[in-house]
T-cell receptor, first 115, second 113 residues
Framework: GAVVSQHPSWVICKSGTSVKIECRSL??????MFWYRQFPKQSLMLMAT?????????EQGVEKDKFLINHASLTLSTLTVTSAHPEDSSFYIC???????????FGDGTRLSIL | AQKITQTQPGMFVQEKEAVTLDCTYD???????LFWYKQPSSGEMIFLIY??????QNATEGRYSLNFQKARKSANLVISASQLGDSAMYFC??????????FGAGTRLFVKA
């Protein structure tokens, strides 16, 4: 199955900093990748669907200008948290899916802490 | 719209015993997939098992089996011979005819030695 690499694993930075998280599909060309956010003891919340070569599709309530997604190649999608604030602290995790109704393969996630 | 319901916030099971984690789903689409994922405390999401809506038999993967009752719209996960390493969060999920997957709230499983 697909193997997904996500970097960095954790980030601690000051308020106002922009943070970029990378998600790579290592053995599968992914036209679509997914970005989730997870608060402690809660489920995964889909933030956006990253589409190779076109704009990402954001879920309702997710700020497009805050969470910039770029999917420039079939193996790489990036999520940039712009001007991060403490309330953006969370666990962010990406995934790829090889086809409709197929299981998702997840990266190991990024723990983001904004001081 | 899809909806996944997991009504058990936490479950305890004795090591070596079997445990059932409940999941009900709500969709009007005739074609859908049902999934279970495990999330250890380290955070990674591990795919466990898949059941397609048209599959006639319940899915099995090693110690995991999915008790699929289509008329009741339930897709319970059964873990046999529980091990200490099974202690984790378990998420039921579904997608219908496409890529978008919806996750349930999760069940925390504690395996007692």
């Amino acid at each position: 199955g697909a193997v997904v690499s996500q970097h960095p694993s954790w980030v601690i930075c000051k308020s106002g900093t922009s943070v970029k998280i990378e998600c790579r599909s290592l053995d599968f060309q992914a036209t679509t990748m997914f970005w989730y956010r997870q608060f402690p003891k809660q489920s995964l919340m889909l933030m956006a669907t990253s589409n190779e070569g076109s704009k990402a599709t954001y879920e309702q309530g997710v700020e497009k200008d805050k969470f910039l997604i770029n999917h420039a190649s079939l193996t790489l999608s990036t999520l940039t948290v712009t001007s991060a604030h403490p309330e953006d602290s969370s666990f962010y995790i990406c995934s790829v899916q090889q086809g409709p109704n197929q299981p998702q393969h997840f990266g190991d996630g990024t723990r983001l802490s904004i001081l | 719209a899809q909806k996944i319901t997991q009504t058990q916030p936490g479950m305890f099971v004795q090591e070596k015993e079997a445990v059932t984690l409940d999941c009900t789903y709500d969709t009007s689409d005739p074609s859908y997939g049902l999934f279970w994922y495990k999330q250890p405390s380290s955070g990674e999401m591990i795919f466990l098992i898949y059941q397609g809506s048209y599959d006639q038999q319940n899915a099995t993967e090693g110690r995991y089996s999915l008790n699929f009752q289509k008329a009741r719209k339930s897709a319970n996960l059964v873990i046999s011979a529980s091990q200490l390493g099974d202690s984790a969060m378990y998420f039921c999920a579904s997608n219908t005819g496409g890529f978008k997957t919806i996750f349930g709230a999760g069940t925390r499983l504690f395996v007692k030695a």
